[in-house]
């Protein structure tokens, strides 16, 4: 009999309660400081990040190679046959790589490790949706078959205070705009199909980037109804205004507001706010 276990990383921003009721195995990335180290999202908040980050920026790793090697031992352990899994893009973190190369250790279990191109809840949404297919019934095959066509129902857009943190992380990708920093530009970054960080569209202003980001959320709501969420690190009350706005669209199905996560935090800065848009089939 087949058991399917769902797997995603830190990153994806689920909650607890879509992590319980779902039963999703979530392997955590961490944030290393020069004297200590945390578990992202375990022991650490975003707010922590960001107030120690005149301080000190710390530097961030995947989950070690140990960890993802046990919980695959206890998925066997705990009679799971299948495993379907999703994380933060492979063009932005080397995690996917980590976990497909663990997945190859264990031939005892079918797996399908999937590039999400995306983060956030961009790869949280595609593994809530291979939950519900779960839920329907539909087989192992036929979810895995379904994964591209759903990564490409969704988008990821948002906009940060300043580059700097993006740059010292490495994670720049193909967003320009570090020169137009002087002239208040601030880019709208999404990520493309091979994964990686590029500007969307370039903006003149804090407040107009956001608005933009309310533009985009009600054009996608013209084409088709949606599930949006808003992301928000170090900026509750831009976030939330901006929240309350794309809730009036009226094609939005669902909605939520949620923190970026601690590892996310440190390689963005204070300043970030986001939209992930899902359209629905």
Known sequence: MRKIALITDSTSDLSKEEIENNNIYVLPLRIIYKDREYIDRINITPDEVYNNLDKEVPSTSLPSMEDIDKLFTRLEEEGYTHV????????????????????????????????SHSLTLGTGAIILECAKLMTEGK??????????????RIK???VVDTLNYLIKGGRIGKVSGTIGEFFKIKPI????????????????????????????????????????????????????????????LP??????????????????????????IMRQE
């Open 84 to 115: 379907i899994g999703t994380c933060i893009s492979s063009g932005l973190s080397g995690t996917f790589n980590s976990i497909n190369l663990v997945s190859e250790q264990h031939p005892k279990i079918i797996s399908h490790i999937f590039d």
């Open 189 to 248: 970054i999404s990520i493309d199909e091979e994964g990686i960080y590029y500007t969307y569209e370039k903006v003149r202003g804090r407040n107009q980037s956001i608005l933009r980001l309310l533009d985009i959320a009600r054009a996608a709501d013209v084409d088709s109804s949606s599930k949006i969420w808003v992301l928000q690190g170090g900026a509750i009350d831009e976030g939330r205004k901006l929240y309350e706005d794309i809730l009036r």
């Open 139 to 152: 087989s192992y095959e036929d979810i895995v078959a379904k994964l591209p066509s759903i990564r490409n």
């Open 156 to 158: 990821v857009y948002y």
């Open 251 to 276: 094609n939005v199905i669902k909605g939520d507001f949620r923190d970026i996560s601690p590892v996310m935090g440190v390689h963005t800065g204070p300043g970030l706010i986001g939209i992930v």
